[in-house]
């Protein structure tokens, strides 16, 4: 079993949707989790970061841990089509180690 | 907005040749990693460094792969004899804090090994 799965993509949307995204992982220390978005050949861009679970809210972005499903999400309201990209799940665990273990990136296109 | 930068974009170099690449962390910050991804792949973790020393590395940093902070600004990837294989962007990124989640990420280094 991969230590974290994200589904691919690509997802399709039409402009004004609330998207879905989510990452499920195996390895139980994860502690910090964390959403990155990435434009085509650029760098990952920190969107969201959550330590243990809940949830968190910025703008129209909310990031979900339910450590107790291993499973995180990454919801975003009225989508836009500069929301195109791909969302990486990243997360490390509470040992103060700083690897991130990534997830391998779901791609998003919002139709405008 | 403070950022890391890194140099140079992209780089083509012959297989066996020796590749430096350079970064420039955000000023403040106290950790600083190199990460790589190829081309369809996931980003992979290499190595993690912190006052002077490797914290941690991965399977991947084997003896080809060097870093170095030579200067108060710089953090460096040296590659002694690249491989094909080593095509990759490489991505370095930076947090000020041990217990912070947050790495904030260079716009990478794209390298090309022929």
């Known amino acids: 079993q991969k230590e974290v799965e994200q589904d691919p993509g690509p997802l399709s949307v039409p402009e004004g949707a609330i998207v879905s995204l989510n990452c499920t992982y195996s390895?139980?220390?994860?502690?910090?989790f964390m959403w990155y978005r990435q434009y085509s050949r650029k760098g990952p861009e920190l969107l969201m970061y959550?330590?243990?679970?809940g949830n968190k809210e910025d703008g129209r972005f909310t990031a979900q841990v339910d450590k107790s499903s291993k499973y995180i999400s990454l919801f975003i309201r009225d989508s836009q089509p500069s929301d195109s990209a791909t969302y990486l799940c990243?997360?490390?665990?509470?040992?103060?180690?700083?690897?991130?273990?990534f997830g391998s990136g779901t791609r998003l296109q919002v139709q405008p | 907005e403070p950022e890391v930068t890194q140099t140079p974009s992209h780089q083509v170099t012959q297989m066996g040749q020796e590749v430096i690449l350079r970064c420039v962390p955000i000023?403040?910050?106290?950790?600083f990693y190199w990460y790589r991804q190829i081309l369809g792949q996931k980003v992979e973790f290499l190595v993690s460094?912190?006052?002077?020393?490797?914290?941690?590395k991965s399977e991947i940093f084997d003896d080809q792969f060097s870093v170095e902070r030579p200067d108060g600004s710089n953090f460096t990837l040296k590659i002694r004899s690249t491989k094909l294989e080593d095509s990759a962007m490489y991505f370095c990124?930076?947090?000020?804090?041990?217990?912070?989640?947050?790495?904030?990420f260079g716009e990478g280094s794209r390298l090309t090994v022929l």
């Open positions: 990124a930076s947090s000020e804090d041990r217990l912070s989640g947050e790495l904030f």
């Open positions: 990243a997360m490390s665990a509470d040992t103060g180690r700083r690897a991130l273990t």
């Open positions: 460094f912190y006052n002077n020393e490797i914290s941690e």
């Open positions: 000023s403040n910050h106290l950790y």
């Open positions: 390895n139980s220390a994860f502690q910090y």
């Open positions: 959550t330590y243990s679970s």
